[in-house]
């Protein structure tokens, strides 16, 4: 549904069906990776997620820090260390640099409950974790990077993992690969409209004009992002009018500037960002 304003309502029948499927899986799994996206290391993380987990080891990946501001993202980790009492990593599933500390981790959170098997008289197995976020976070690409193949479908949009899937890393660690879930109602809406610019909530959910122009709220106070567009503040006229993307007749055709705001934010042609406030 297509929505002038801004209210983002986004729970599609297939991530109800995600998040009761993933706490069926949950007593399966030794530690869950929990995969947020750096740009936003508060407003990505799933609510919910301490009480859904109970006891459970976790692993915290800010992944995409290849989009943010290094020094900036350093503090959001030793941040989230200590509120989360985890350890924290920041990944760039991209890039080139290796991801195998990842593998390293999960294996080192598992061995308590490997061992506590095997004192049961049971055989060491491979240690079982579970990749949770939200939608568009990176979960799968984590998961291809680690194997060095494609063997779970990824894409630039909310929704793509539909089922969830096993994946053997090595004879020490299986991953599950899970669809990303999003809380059943959005009531905090600066939390969904900050979803809705990394592509976190489908663009069914909104229409662009009013993201965009939330995101050039959140923006104005960066002098590139100005200098980007070549304007001396942000809004969808006044960007639309210095690009020259004009309807018939001179009028700024401001659904068609959104739609380019977002994607520049989402490629990281507009600089690099965190748009959560660290917490003092
Ligand atoms: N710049 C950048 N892009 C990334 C990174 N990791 C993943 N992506 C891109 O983000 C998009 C989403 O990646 P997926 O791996 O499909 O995300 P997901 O969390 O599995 O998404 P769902 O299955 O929908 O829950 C894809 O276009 C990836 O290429 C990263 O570290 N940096
Ligand atoms: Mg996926």
Not at 71 to 94: H, M, Q, R
Not at 148 to 163: F, L, P
Request: net charge positive; proline share 4%; aromatic share 6%.
């Amino acid at each position: 549904m297509k929505k002038d304003k801004l209210h983002i309502h986004w729970y599609p029948g297939h991530i109800a069906k995600a998040e009761r499927q993933l706490k069926e899986q949950l007593s399966l799994v030794d530690v869950v990776i929990e995969v947020r996206d750096a740009r936003l290391p508060l407003s990505s993380s799933y609510t919910n997620i301490k009480k859904l987990l109970g006891e459970k080891p976790r692993l915290l990946l800010l992944n995409k820090a290849d989009l943010t501001e290094k020094n900036e993202l350093k503090k959001w980790v030793e941040y989230l260390k200590i509120s989360t009492g985890c350890p924290v990593f920041v990944t760039d599933a991209k890039g080139t640099k290796d991801l195998s500390f990842v593998i390293k981790n999960a294996v080192e959170l598992s061995e308590l409950k490997i061992q506590a098997l095997m004192a049961k008289g049971l055989l060491r197995r491979a240690a079982r974790a579970m990749v949770v976020g939200m939608p568009n976070v990176g979960k799968s690409s984590i998961i291809n990077k680690l194997t060095k193949s494609s063997k779970t479908k990824i894409g630039a949009k909310a929704g793509v993992t539909r089922q969830q899937q096993w994946v053997r890393i090595n004879p020490n660690l299986e991953l599950l690969d899970t669809p990303g879930i999003i809380p059943t109602r959005q009531d905090n809406q600066i939390q969904a409209v900050k979803l809705a610019f990394v592509s976190s909530v489908s663009e069914n959910a909104y229409s662009p004009e009013p993201v965009a122009t939330a995101l050039l709220e959140m923006l104005e106070k960066y002098p590139q992002v100005k200098e980007y567009y070549g304007v001396d503040f942000l809004s969808l006229d006044a960007v639309a009018l210095s690009r020259n993307w004009v309807k018939k007749g001179g009028e700024a055709d401001t659904e068609r500037t959104a739609v380019y705001i977002l994607k520049d934010f989402r490629e990281g042609r507009l600089g690099l960002f965190i748009l959560d406030e660290l917490p003092q």
